[in-house]
C-alpha cells in the first residue's frame, strides 16, 4: 500500500514573484485553449502549447502548468453536467507547481531553479528535514506560494493487521470515540469552536475605511486561527492513531452542501456548522493511519446512527442529548450511541473478514457494548472520564 503526506514550511524568497506569476499566465492560458478547442487529453493539451510557451517561459515548468489546468478543466467538465452555468476555471494568486525531477535536496537544502542556470536555495527547517532523513521515502511535488512551501512524499508500507477498531463520531462541539472493547472517550472540540467565534468578533469591530488593511488583518488573524485550530487536531488524531486501531468514521460527502449559501440558513448557523473542520479531522486521521500503522480507515454511510438503538437497531427516543430506547431500555448519551452504530457498521464491512466471520464480530462487540451499556447509564460526554485513546 502507498502512503501519502505533504510537510509545509515557511520561506521569505522573493525571487519567485515572476516565475510564479509566469506559471499562472500558463495555467490560465492553458484553461483558455482547452476550453476553445475543446482538447480532453492532458498530453494532447500539452503538444497543443508546449512550442508556443517554450519560447516566452522557462520549460521545466510548462508541463506542471498544463497539467494542472487538466485537472481544473476536468472538474469544471464535471460541473457543467449538473449547472450549465458553471464558472469558467480562472487562477488569480500566484503560485508554482515543481516536479520532483526539477527540484533537488541535498544536506537539508531544497535547490530550485528559476531560469536556466540559475537557482535558488532555500533551508529547510528542522521539522522537514526530521521528515525527510526517514528511509524509504520517494519525494514528490512542490507547491510553492508566497511564503509556503509544501512537499509531498509518498512511501510504500506494508499492511498489517490492526490491534482492534474505534469508531468516531464527530460532531460540532465534541467527537466521541468508542473502542471494540467499550471504552469510551470524548474530544472536547467546544475551545475552537469558541475560538472561532471570538475570532470573528475581533474582526467585525475593525471598521477601517481602507480595504488592503483590512484584508491584511483578515488575513493575519485568520492565519493565526488556523494554526492553534492545526495544532490542536495534529494532537488529537496523533492521539487516535497512537492506538494501533483501525479507525471507522462516518462518510461526510455532500455534507458541506448542507450548510451552503442559499439553503435557507441563517449565517451565524452556517458559520457555527462549517467552523469546525470535521473533514480535515477525518482528513489527518486517514493519511497517518496509513502512514503510520499500515492499514487505511473505513467510511461509513451515516444515515440512521443517531436514531438507531446501538444493541437492537429499533429507533430510539432522545431528549436532552441523552437516547434511550422502547425495546430493549437503553439509556446513553446520544453521541456514544452514534460512535457505537459506526463502529459496528464498519466491523461489518471488514474486507479481509468472511460472513461467517463478520456475524461473530458483529455479536461479539454487542456482547461487549451489553457490558458496557450498564456502566454508562447515565454518562454524558460531559460527564464521562476524558479518558483521550
Ligand atoms: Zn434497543
Known amino acids: 500500500m502507498i502512503a501519502l503526506k505533504s510537510v509545509n514550511q515557511s520561506h521569505r524568497c522573493?525571487?519567485?514573484?515572476?516565475?510564479?506569476?509566469?506559471?499562472?499566465?500558463?495555467?490560465?492560458?492553458?484553461?483558455?485553449?482547452?476550453?476553445?478547442?475543446?482538447?480532453?487529453?492532458?498530453?494532447?493539451?500539452?503538444?497543443?502549447?508546449?512550442?508556443?510557451?517554450?519560447?516566452?517561459?522557462?520549460?521545466?515548468?510548462?508541463?506542471?502548468?498544463?497539467?494542472?489546468?487538466?485537472?481544473?478543466?476536468?472538474?469544471?467538465?464535471?460541473?457543467?453536467?449538473?449547472?450549465?452555468?458553471?464558472?469558467?476555471?480562472?487562477?488569480?494568486?500566484?503560485?508554482?507547481?515543481i516536479d520532483s525531477y526539477i527540484y533537488k535536496i541535498s544536506y537539508n537544502h531544497i535547490k530550485i531553479p528559476t531560469r536556466p542556470r540559475e537557482f535558488v536555495i532555500i533551508p529547510l527547517n528542522d521539522y522537514v528535514a526530521k521528515v525527510l532523513s526517514e528511509k524509504g521515502l520517494k519525494l514528490g511535488n512542490i507547491t510553492l506560494t508566497k511564503n509556503k512551501i509544501s512537499i509531498s512524499l509518498s512511501k510504500q508500507v506494508e499492511k498489517r493487521i490492526s490491534a482492534g477498531f474505534i469508531g468516531i463520531d464527530t460532531n460540532l462541539k465534541n467527537s466521541t470515540c468508542v473502542d471494540d472493547t467499550g471504552k469510551v472517550s470524548v474530544i472536547d472540540m467546544s475551545k475552537i469552536v469558541a475560538m472561532k467565534i471570538r475570532y470573528r468578533e475581533i474582526l467585525s469591530h475593525f471598521t477601517r475605511n481602507d480595504v488592503r488593511i483590512q484584508k491584511k488583518l483578515k488575513i493575519k488573524y485568520g492565519q493565526k486561527q488556523k494554526n492553534k485550530e492545526d495544532a490542536f487536531l495534529h494532537e488529537e488524531s496523533n492521539k487516535a492513531v497512537s492506538s494501533r486501531k483501525q479507525i471507522i468514521l462516518e462518510n461526510l460527502n455532500g455534507m458541506k452542501k448542507l450548510y451552503k449559501k442559499g439553503n435557507g440558513q441563517g449565517r451565524r448557523f452556517r458559520f457555527l456548522l462549517n467552523s469546525w473542520s470535521r473533514f480535515k479531522l477525518h482528513k489527518m486521521v486517514d493519511y497517518k493511519s496509513k502512514w503510520q500503522n499500515g492499514f487505511s480507515v473505513i467510511y461509513v454511510n451515516p444515515k440512521g446512527t443517531s436514531s438507531k438503538c446501538s444493541i437492537c437497531e429499533a429507533k430510539v427516543l432522545e431528549?436532552?442529548?441523552?437516547?434511550?430506547?422502547?425495546?430493549?431500555?437503553?439509556?446513553?448519551?446520544?453521541?456514544?450511541?452514534?460512535a457505537r452504530n459506526i463502529l459496528a457498521r464498519g466491523m461489518r464491512f471488514v474486507p479481509d473478514a468472511l460472513a461467517s466471520e463478520a456475524m461473530v464480530q458483529k455479536s461479539a462487540l454487542v456482547e461487549n457494548l451489553k457490558v458496557d451499556a450498564s456502566e454508562l447509564h447515565f454518562g454524558t460526554a460531559k460527564t464521562a472520564p476524558e479518558l483521550y485513546i
Open 14 to 97: 522573493t525571487e519567485f514573484v515572476t516565475l510564479m506569476d509566469e506559471f499562472r499566465h500558463m495555467v490560465n492560458e492553458a484553461i483558455r485553449v482547452g476550453i476553445d478547442k475543446k482538447i480532453t487529453s492532458k498530453i494532447k493539451l500539452r503538444n497543443e502549447l508546449y512550442h508556443r510557451f517554450k519560447n516566452e517561459f522557462h520549460t521545466s515548468y510548462i508541463s506542471m502548468a498544463v497539467f494542472k489546468s487538466h485537472a481544473l478543466l476536468k472538474s469544471y467538465r464535471r460541473a457543467l453536467r449538473t449547472n450549465p452555468c458553471a464558472k469558467k476555471p480562472y487562477v488569480s494568486k500566484n503560485f508554482l507547481i
Open 319 to 338: 431528549e436532552r442529548r441523552i437516547v434511550s430506547c422502547p425495546r430493549c431500555g437503553l439509556y446513553i448519551d446520544r453521541d456514544v450511541n452514534a
